[in-house]
C-alpha cells in the first residue's frame, strides 16, 4: 500500500518561512512528476508547484520567486520551501506523485495524494 505522508504545517507570521516534507512509502518502483498543490477554506484546490523526476520544475505564478521545490529521489520525497509567506498563502497543502508500485502483484501506475498538512499564514 502506497501512502504519502507530509509534515511541516503549523502557523507563522507573514514574512516568515516553513518547509513541508512529503514521503512516499510502499512497494513503490518509480515515481514520476510530483507536486503540491493548496486548498483555502472556500476555495478550490489549487495547482502550487511540481516537479519531474529529473527535477524541472513549474510553479503557480501567485509562488514565483518565494516558494522552491526539490525532491530526493533516493528517499521518495519532496520538499517545499516557502519564504515570504503572506496570510493568502493560508491553506491545506497536499503532496501529490505518481507513482509505479507493485499491487497484488502486478505494477500499476497510479496517482497518490497525501491526507495534507495545515498552513496557517497569520500575526
Known amino acids: 500500500q502506497v501512502q504519502l505522508v507530509e509534515s511541516g504545517g503549523g502557523l507563522v507570521q507573514p514574512g516568515g518561512s516553513l518547509r513541508l516534507s512529503c514521503a512516499a512509502s510502499?512497494?513503490?518502483?518509480?515515481?514520476?512528476?510530483m507536486g503540491w498543490y493548496r486548498q483555502a477554506p472556500g476555495e478550490e484546490r489549487e495547482l502550487v508547484a511540481t516537479?519531474?523526476?529529473?527535477?524541472?520544475?513549474n510553479y503557480a505564478d501567485s509562488v514565483k520567486g518565494r516558494f522552491t521545490i526539490s525532491r530526493d529521489n533516493a528517499k521518495n520525497t519532496v520538499y517545499l520551501q516557502m519564504n515570504s509567506l503572506k496570510p493568502e498563502d493560508t491553506a491545506v497543502y497536499y503532496c501529490?506523485?505518481?507513482?509505479?508500485?507493485?499491487?497484488?502483484?502486478?505494477?500499476?501506475?497510479?496517482?497518490?495524494w497525501g491526507k495534507g498538512t495545515l498552513v496557517t499564514v497569520s500575526s
Open positions: 501529490n506523485a505518481g507513482i509505479v508500485s507493485w499491487v497484488l502483484g502486478n505494477l500499476r501506475g497510479m496517482d497518490y
Open positions: 510502499g512497494s513503490i518502483l518509480s515515481i514520476n512528476d
Open positions: 516537479i519531474t523526476s529529473v527535477g524541472s520544475t
